[in-house]
């Protein structure tokens, strides 16, 4: 079994700063690409940032430049830095992984439970 915990959520205030992180733990042989997904009430959840195992990082454009995607392999961590934060921010926000749990090259989607991030005054 893998599984992705997903912590940092909260209430920030517009300008502030977040630091999402989800960490990943089960019967994992590698993990491929890594990244966040958010969805806000009435709305299609959107890609937001991703990290390949290389390091080659992709932003929504309406994160570029506020948001910082880093991942830490020994500890099978994601993280998801979030600077200047608006409140069209708000929404949960979803940890997802491409983990291959056998020395096949079969790799399987898994995510993360959602953490709530509200930017409100």
């Known amino acids: 079994q893998v599984q992705l915990v997903e912590s940092g959520g909260g209430l920030v205030q517009p300008g502030g700063s977040l630091r999402l992180s989800c960490a990943a733990s089960?019967?994992?042989?590698?993990?491929?690409?890594m990244g966040w997904y958010r969805q806000a009430p009435g709305k299609v959840r959107e890609l937001v940032a991703h990290?390949?195992?290389?390091?080659?990082?992709n932003y929504a454009a309406s994160v570029n430049g506020r948001f910082t995607i880093s991942r830490d392999n020994a500890k099978k961590t994601v993280y998801l830095r979030m600077n200047s934060l608006k409140p069209e921010d708000t929404a949960v926000y979803y940890c997802?992984?491409?983990?291959?749990?056998?020395?096949?090259?079969?790799?399987?989607?898994?995510w993360g439970q959602g953490t709530q991030v509200t930017v409100a005054s």
């Open positions: 997802y992984a491409f983990i291959r749990t056998t020395p096949s090259p079969t790799r399987y989607l898994y």
């Open positions: 089960g019967s994992i042989f590698s993990i491929n690409t």
């Open positions: 990290i390949t195992s290389g390091g080659n990082t």
